[in-house]
Antibody
Framework: QITLKESGPTLVKPTQTLTLTCTFS??????????VGWIRQPPGKALEWLAL???????RYSPSRKSRLTITKDTSKNQVVLTMTNMDPVDTATYYC??????????????WGQGTLVTVSS | QSVLTQPPSVSGAPGQRVTISCTGS?????????VHWYQQLPGTAPKLLIY???NRPSGVPDRFSGSKSGTSASLAITGLQAEDEADYYC????????????FGGGTKLTVL
């Protein structure tokens, strides 16, 4: 079965860079059609898509966040890493990684991690 | 402000039918892009409820159905149950933003 789990710091200071890791099992990011995305949700607010990486290393970013985001994959470790620079208190949110339903366009996400709450505060 | 507009809240009594709308534009839903729906129970991760407008993943009850017409999509829930109380999000493509993924603002369903 497919599982995903996010890990990283729970607290970061303003201006710092956030690095989150999504460790997954039950699928391979070297398989054609597979993709993993990052979505976040500020407390009490709506979901916001951040980034997506495909099996062929195609990377897609939210246009409004693109300048601050980098998504990478390590196929051998079954991990996807998201970095976000210049963190601000408004970036306080639960960050989720999710598996793309194969073949779905626009991508839909059929398996999600439990999420990790990141607080940005000095 | 999302490019996909949902009502902030809807409500219904147990057993009733409710619908949640998702209004887009000619650059996303109206351009033919699929709409997906998610259910988020309190304190949990979202769950894919409907994909590609009207398809249910395995395990999703047939009380949940989706449709799309023109620049809008709808999620219908029949035989409303207390456990359906949750936030619901639509999702599609945001071509006007060049965004592969856009979510609606979410709708809080209250079961009276």
């Amino acid at each position: 079965q497919i599982t995903l789990k996010e890990s990283g710091p729970t607290l970061v200071k303003p201006t710092q860079t956030l690095t989150l890791t999504c460790t997954f099992s039950g699928f391979s990011l070297s398989t054609s059609g597979v993709a993993v995305g990052w979505i976040r949700q500020p407390p009490g607010k709506a979901l916001e898509w951040l980034a997506l990486i495909y099996w062929d290393d195609d990377k897609r970013y939210s246009p409004s966040r693109k300048s601050r985001l980098t998504i990478t994959k390590d196929t051998s470790k079954n991990q996807v890493v998201l970095t976000m620079t210049n963190m601000d208190p408004v970036d306080t949110a639960t960050y989720y990684c999710a598996h793309r339903l194969s073949g779905s366009l626009p991508p839909s996400f059929d398996y999600w991690g439990q999420g990790t709450l990141v607080t940005v505060s000095s | 402000q999302s490019v996909l507009t949902q009502p902030p809240s809807v409500s219904g009594a147990p057993g009733q039918r409710v619908t949640i709308s998702c209004t887009g534009s000619s650059s996303n839903i109206g351009a033919g892009y699929d709409v997906h729906w998610y259910q988020q129970l309190p304190g949990t991760a979202p769950k894919l409820l409907i994909y590609a407008n009207s398809n249910r993943p395995s395990g999703v009850p047939d009380r949940f159905s989706g449709s799309k017409s023109g620049t809008s999509a709808s999620l219908a829930i029949t035989g409303l149950q207390a456990e359906d109380e949750a936030d619901y999000y639509c999702q599609s493509y945001g071509s006007s933003l060049s965004a592969d993924v856009v979510f609606g603002g979410g709708t809080k369903l209250t079961v009276l």
